[in-house]
């Protein structure tokens, strides 16, 4: 019995979209909780020493950055379980657009600030996302098709 695309690419999409969302739970819980996490190679003590309010802004952005981690993610299993799930072609390219848009992002990373620190993790997520969506694209899911205009309505008969 084998298992078909669709159903293996929806699998990988919810344990991806689900990790999303733990990690960005634990990554809250650190800057929440008053851990002395790293900041490349420093910590945020080292980095706030002496420095009254740099320790509270470096926690206030790994905070928003969870925050809008587990927005994407519960966005995204929302997509991949219902509409993606049951075949609809527009949540394929929806989910499509904000991976590329993610990987994108994350790629400019070197190019903008000569640094490779988090791009391989990122990388690694789309990468597993766009195997994933290329896996159910080619079972049976329906092209994209231009919009038919509205057939005119039919007359009364007089």
């Known amino acids: 019995m084998s298992l078909k695309p669709r159903i293996v ?26 851990a002395d996490y790293n900041v490349g190679p420093a910590k945020v003590s080292e980095l706030a020493a002496g420095r009254e309010g740099v320790g509270s802004a470096l926690r206030g952005m790994r905070a928003t950055a969870a925050a ?3 927005a994407f993610a519960v966005l995204f299993l929302g997509i991949v379980l219902v509409p993606y799930r049951r075949g609809d072609a527009w949540a394929f390219w929806v989910l499509l657009a904000g991976v590329s848009a993610f990987a994108m992002i994350s790629l400019a990373r070197t190019l903008l600030l000569g640094t490779w620190l988090g791009v391989g993790a990122a990388l690694v997520q789309a990468g597993i996302a766009l195997a994933a969506l290329a896996l159910g694209r080619f079972e ?11 057939s005119p309505p039919a007359s009364a008969p007089r």
């Open 9 to 34: 690419s929806v699998a990988l999409l919810t344990v991806l979209g689900s990790a999303i969302l733990l990690l960005s739970f634990a990554s809250a819980r650190l800057a929440y909780s008053g």
């Open 68 to 70: 809008y981690a587990a």
């Open 140 to 150: 049976t899911m329906p092209q994209p098709s231009a919009a038919a205009p509205p």
